[in-house]
């Protein structure tokens, strides 16, 4: 149940974020560097247990599907940056939440109609998790990463062109998760 409970709200959740927005929107060239221009911002949300470098003030999304958890956006330079989490019904064991992690790994290429190029193990807010990316029909890329810690699984993606992803700005993003004990 857990499991597919998990499946359910992190598939709506990518598909509600607008994946591939960043690119038809704003291009590869659009906006200034929010790296350097100093715009980067921890982003703290209240009851949020993480926080995260964003750059500039992330939007709220409201969740839809019943999925008790939250999304926030941002879109600077290209890319969409986003961070969600889904609120577990129980904070699973080490290899509950691999399993987790492992289904969505193998729902997500179909749930978001995606090739997958990547799938690394990758520590996530100091937790284990995986760093994934796809390919979307429209050639956007989608770089992800996962992982679950007390009683949520949090997620973070990069939207954009293929170089947008692998980008400093990408990376400042992906690699500033801290989780609150």
Same mark, same amino acid.
């Given at each position: 149940m857990t499991r597919s409970l998990a499946?359910?709200?992190?598939? $709506? *959740? *990518? *598909?509600?974020?607008?994946?591939?927005?960043? &690119?038809k929107e704003g291009g590869a060239g659009g906006g200034t560097s929010a790296t350097n221009s100093g715009e980067w911002k921890t982003f703290d949300p @209240?009851?949020?247990?993480?926080s995260v470098l964003m750059p500039g003030t992330p939007e709220e999304a409201r969740v839809k599907?019943?999925?008790?958890?939250?999304?926030? /956006? &941002?879109? &600077?330079d290209g890319l969409t940056y986003t961070i969600h989490y889904e609120v577990l019904n129980?904070?699973? /064991? #080490? @290899? @509950?939440?691999?399993?987790?992690i492992d289904n969505e790994v193998d !729902?997500?290429?179909?749930?978001l109609? &995606?090739?997958?190029?990547?799938?690394?193990?990758?520590? !996530? $807010?100091?937790?284990?998790?995986? @760093?994934l990316a796809f390919e979307l029909k429209?050639?956007? =890329?989608? =770089?992800? =990463?996962?992982? !679950? #810690?007390?009683? =949520?699984?949090?997620?973070l993606e990069a939207t954009g062109t293929k170089e947008l992803v692998n980008s400093i700005n990408a990376n400042?993003? *992906?690699? /500033?998760l801290k989780l609150a004990p």
């Open positions: 499946y359910c709200g992190l598939v $709506g *959740l *990518l *598909l509600f974020c607008g994946c591939g927005k960043a &690119a @209240e009851q949020g247990k993480f599907g019943g999925v008790t958890g939250k999304q926030w /956006s &941002a879109q &600077a129980k904070s699973p /064991s #080490a @290899e @509950e939440a691999e399993r987790l !729902v997500l290429p179909f749930a109609n &995606a090739t997958k190029v990547g799938d690394d193990p990758k520590l !996530v $807010g100091g937790q284990s998790g995986r @760093e429209d050639k956007t =890329r989608l =770089r992800l =990463r996962i992982c !679950v #810690a007390g009683g =949520r699984m949090y997620s400042t993003f *992906l690699d /500033s």
